[in-house]
């Protein structure tokens, strides 16, 4: 990579990131990497120092000087033992900037696609990847569900990666002989600065409704947060939203280049793409889609919903602003099996059961995935859900009471409780339920899902929602292995036998 302290110091000093240089390092020591992880470092590696949520690694700069850190960069005064560091006014803008420096700016070697906004990421990210593929290029992408690097997935943790890590994909990328790479943009990303060093071709955002007060306080800041997306264009990007993001917040406040692009479910005057003639069952759904005012006819798709209507319109804008034709996705688009934990509908037509997994865990999505299920049965809903710990309690009384308002049946239980005691979540879920409409308070998902199953009339539709692709609930200081998918599988296998032997699930028996 070719960079040594001096050039480190002269990039943090154009950027007006160094308040100190504390001791004298050595100006002419190789540095071959970037780390923000202690496990990481290896020798002539730099290392930043920061506070996060949870752990403070400035204690940990011993550490990484043993390790053979060869320059630190620090939030505030340590005790270095004379080791020299650098104080910096914003570590994390200092992270992207010098690994978009140390791997050489790959994103300007690429076409980046930025997807950002409350719900439809994950969809929008996997289609428009398949998308690209279909016609013959090669890529990566992350998402929530995690990170294919040129067509090797590695699973993740955070929906966008640390800034070393998203550059270094963008780096492989181009090494491998990639041309593309789709990044799913968390609101958290963008306000902690894990893109700032990347500049986008096609940035778009999806939808924006209340997630993640706990982290950015108002709603305006998560609205600004969002749009900070198109600040990170490239100087001939294109910007692209959703018409209810356009209708509720109005068009990007940076000076774009190129047209903006609106795509929408309705035809308007601001719509560039929309769609007519819309049909959905529990198969899919179809539908014609309009382009700068010609028809480019009937697309079909085994997604299931107004809102994945919405996440393939997002797509195509994608596409139709790289200078492709709608027409170019029909089969590509018919071929395309869905997103995992994503409105995924299971039936078992022996039991005359219908389930979907979904990862709807927000207000809106509960609300969308709740609506689309209504659709597709004229038996009951039955809503099972809960709400993750150490984050936004604001929505969780909205999300009891949506579910409570749209389904037949609710029962409430765990999700991800983390940090707090699950039933206290459950407790503030429960303030906003209809206490004269039937509901149920199971603690154990397990048990919870057991009896959604048990309790199902045919024709009726159960919705698990809140955990989809995930594999583990996590608590506090552990994680225990659970796939709602997979425990809906063997909870099906189990009743199936007790049917055909006549006997009873917990309380209730089977039909």
Avoid: W
């Amino acid at each position: 990579m070719g960079m040594k302290i001096r050039d480190i110091l002269d990039i943090l000093a154009q950027h007006g990131l160094i308040i100190r240089i504390v001791g004298k390092p050595n100006l002419d020591l190789p540095v071959d990497d970037v780390e923000i992880k202690s496990d990481k470092v290896k020798e002539n590696s730099l290392f930043i120092c920061r506070k996060g949520y949870k752990f403070d690694s400035h204690k940990l700069f011993k550490e990484v000087v043993k390790r053979g850190a060869v320059l630190i960069l620090t939030e505030r005064e340590v005790d270095s033992q004379g080791y020299p560091y650098v104080i910096v006014k914003d570590s994390r803008k200092a992270e992207a900037v010098l690994a978009s420096y140390i791997y050489s700016f790959p994103h300007e070697k690429l076409i980046v696609i930025g997807i950002t906004g409350t719900n439809g990421k994950t969809t929008a990210v996997q289609l428009i990847h398949h998308f690209l593929t279909s016609v013959g290029r090669r890529g990566s992408y992350n998402s929530t569900i995690g990170n294919s690097i040129m067509g090797r997935f590695h699973p993740t943790i955070n929906t966008t990666p640390s800034a070393i890590d998203i550059t270094r994909m963008l780096d492989l990328t181009v090494k491998n002989g990639g041309d593309f790479a789709v990044i799913e943009v968390s609101s958290h990303a963008l306000s902690l600065k894990r893109v700032e060093g990347i500049r986008f071709d096609h940035a778009l955002i999806t939808n924006i409704t209340h997630d993640h007060l706990d982290h950015h306080g108002k709603f305006e800041n998560y609205v600004r947060t969002k749009y900070h997306i198109f600040d990170l264009l490239k100087e001939n990007g294109r910007a692209i939203m959703s018409y209810d993001v356009f209708k509720m917040f109005g068009p990007p406040s940076v000076e774009l280049n190129e047209p903006l692009l609106i795509y929408g479910m309705e035809g308007n005057e601001h719509c560039d793409i929309h769609i007519e003639n819309l049909k959905m069952d529990k198969k899919g759904s179809s539908f014609e889609v309009i382009f700068e005012g010609k028809n480019f006819g009937r697309f079909s798709t085994k997604l299931i919903g107004r809102f994945n209507v919405l996440n393939v319109l997002a797509s195509l804008s994608v596409m139709v602003s790289m200078g492709y034709k709608p027409s170019k996705f029909k089969i590509p688009l018919k071929e395309f099996r869905g997103v995992e934990g994503r409105f995924e509908l299971i039936e078992d037509r022996e039991l005359g059961i219908d389930v979907v997994i979904d990862f709807a865990h927000t207000p809106d999505a509960l609300q969308k995935a709740i609506e689309t299920a209504r659709m597709l049965t004229k038996g009951r809903i039955i809503t099972v859900f809960g709400a993750g710990g150490d984050g936004d309690r604001l929505k969780r009384p909205l999300m009891g009471k949506i579910a409570s308002r749209l389904s037949d049946v609710v029962i409430i239980t765990t999700d991800n409780p983390k940090g707090e005691d699950p039933m206290e979540i459950i407790k503030e879920i429960e303030k906003g339920v209809d206490k004269t409409k039937p509901y149920l308070v199971i603690e154990d998902r397990r048990k919870a899902i057991e009896v959604a199953l048990a309790i199902s009339n045919r024709k009726d539709l159960i919705l698990i929602a809140g955990k989809g692709h995930e594999r583990t609930i996590m608590f506090n200081d552990h994680e225990v292995p659970f796939y709602d998918k997979d425990v809906v599988l063997e909870i099906m296998r189990r009743m199936k036998e007790m049917k055909r032997e006549g006997e009873v699930v917990g309380y209730f028996k089977m039909r």
